[in-house]
């Protein structure tokens, strides 16, 4: 009963004009992004992001969840359709999807993509509904030994579950908490790395960071390559799947939602790993594993149901600890520190207009989705066609001005194509930049919490171990970087053994 009271009080706040207009705005965009190639949800939050210091609190999370949901919508139109995935979750819709639609079935693809994408993002909706508010009493138990820890787990989880060198990311992520240490000291009150610069007092500027690391890299990634779509068809028919469609399809989809958001809640690219892991688990349930990637319909709606769950999973730790799960999650916290607003154990209690308004908004947002999708595939279609040689110059021109509109200051230009040409390079070089937007916005919080936790216990740093909590958490840790060195020593030694034995030869 009290769960529909909240439901309650978070309609009347969806429903108001103002909130139901910007959910429309980020669901819209959202799938404008995804549908655009090289430009995923991470890049079109952080460009939002100074336009949202004009909008109330609550519209701006709406709007920003929106572009995030609506994104794992629109990444399945360019796999469908181009074979080019609109965002790295649509990877592997491509596999079946493209081949449905050089067998003149894209239709279909692409209903059963948006229906099973709205059965996986109301079911998540149910799930943050039903854990979140138990998941924020539990957190309650919380102090800054167990912060810091759960922090810690988080950037250690982020690293084990890249995709990239182990190494490399651990460098980014220790890079990220350097850059963190920049600006005002909270405890001791003094300046640390400012070498005078005034903008820096408060720290390094999450907006200009961000906008530059996803914004900027990526234009100059897609400036020295060619990017040419090939559209399969230009005339999309017969969107609403077939009675034999639904009925391949159904298992796939309740099974993608559940095993989806199950991985949303954990820290990591959540729809990427739950589309592949979705991807998989079909191929070993089904009957007949050897239809898959010959333009098998269980394997659009599965992966596509799996991502839209994990985007809603990944809510519940931003919410309940205020810890992002992912980079675009990192980049939501931003938005919400921008308003003066914590997600923690007390965000519910505090800010319950916030999170059921949101939740309520989710689900709204969904089915306008499902509404928007499919009459508008033709649209998308369209803005398949419009040349990167255009559509590259305006993302810089609004960067450029997004940024500068935020304070009127030129160093945070300077910063944001510092940070653009850090991103570039971190991509040319095959770093990942999840550990580092993730370390950059956790940096300040773990100093904070680590040394609180110093000092109630006197210097005492066995306090991360006597706590039971805490313990666990760096049990965690410790267990997944033991086990991410184990095969690399046992590599070393397979090689040091042959080696001997040419030596003995």
């Known amino acids: ?77 360019t796999s469908i359709l181009v074979n080019m995935p609109g965002e790295a979750a649509s990877v592997i819709t491509c596999l079946d999807g493209y081949q449905m639609a050089k067998q003149g079935r894209a239709g279909p693809a692409l209903g059963i993509a948006a229906f099973g994408s709205f059965i996986a993002g109301t079911l998540g909706i149910f799930g943050i509904v039903l854990l979140a508010p138990p998941m924020a009493k539990f957190a309650l138990a919380f102090g800054p030994p167990e912060y810091f820890s ?50 820096l007092a408060d720290g390094i500027g999450f907006i200009p960071a961000v906008m530059g690391l996803f914004g900027i890299s990526e234009i100059l990634m897609n400036v020295e390559r060619i990017v040419t779509t090939t559209l399969v068809t230009e005339k999309v028919k017969n969107l609403m799947p077939t009675l034999q469609d639904w009925k391949d399809s159904i298992k796939p989809i309740l099974r993608g939602s559940g095993l989806g958001f199950l991985i949303g809640v954990l820290p990591g690219p959540a729809p990427v790993i739950a589309t592949y892991a979705s991807y998989a688990m079909e191929k070993k349930l089904s009957k007949t594993p050897e239809r898959f990637g010959t333009g098998f319909i269980a394997g659009v709606a599965g992966p596509e149901s799996a991502n839209n769950a994990a985007s809603s999973g990944a809510m519940i730790p931003l919410f309940t600890l205020g810890i992002p799960a992912n980079s675009v999650i990192a980049v939501l916290l931003g938005a919400f520190m921008i308003h003066g607003l914590q997600p923690g154990p007390m965000f519910i209690t505090k800010y319950p207009e916030i999170f059921w308004g949101t939740i309520v908004s989710m689900y709204l947002g969904n089915a306008m989705l499902l509404v928007l999708n499919l009459p508008l595939i033709p649209l998308w279609v369209k803005v398949l ?16 001005i997004g940024v500068y509109s935020l304070n009127f200051s030129q160093v945070e230009i300077g910063l944001m194509t510092a940070f653009g040409v850090l991103g570039y390079v971190m991509r040319k070089f ?42 666990v958490f760096i049990g965690i840790s410790a267990l997944l970087v033991v086990s991410n060195m184990i095969p690399a020593i046992r590599k070393r030694r397979s090689k040091f053994k042959e080696k001997l034995g040419e030596d003995d030869v």
């Open 1 to 77: 009963m009290e769960i529909l009271n909240h439901l309650l009080q978070g309609a009347i706040v969806a429903f108001q004009p103002v909130n139901l207009l910007f959910c429309f705005i980020g669901v819209l965009m959202g799938t404008l992004v995804g549908v655009l190639p090289g430009l995923g949800p991470t890049a079109a939050i952080a460009l939002l992001l100074p336009v949202s210091f004009h909008i109330p609190p609550v519209a701006t999370i709406i709007m920003l969840s929106g572009i995030y949901y609506g994104a794992m919508y629109g990444g399945s139109t």
């Open 150 to 199: 759960m922090m810690l787990m988080g950037i250690v989880i982020i690293i084990y579950m890249s995709s990239g060198s182990i190494l490399k990311d651990f460098m980014t992520a220790i890079f990220g908490l350097l850059l963190g240490t920049i600006g005002m000291d909270t405890i001791a009150g003094t300046q640390r790395l400012t070498f005078g610069v005034l903008e």
């Open 385 to 400: 066609k419009i040349p990167y040689s255009i559509l590259f110059p305006l993302i810089l021109i609004f960067c450029l």
């Open 430 to 471: 095959k770093f990942e930049m999840a550990p580092l937007i993730l370390a950059l916005v956790l940096g300040p919080m773990m100093e904070s919490n680590l040394r609180l936790a110093l000092l109630l216990s006197q210097g005492d740093a066995s306090v991360f171990l006597t706590q039971p909590i805490s313990a």
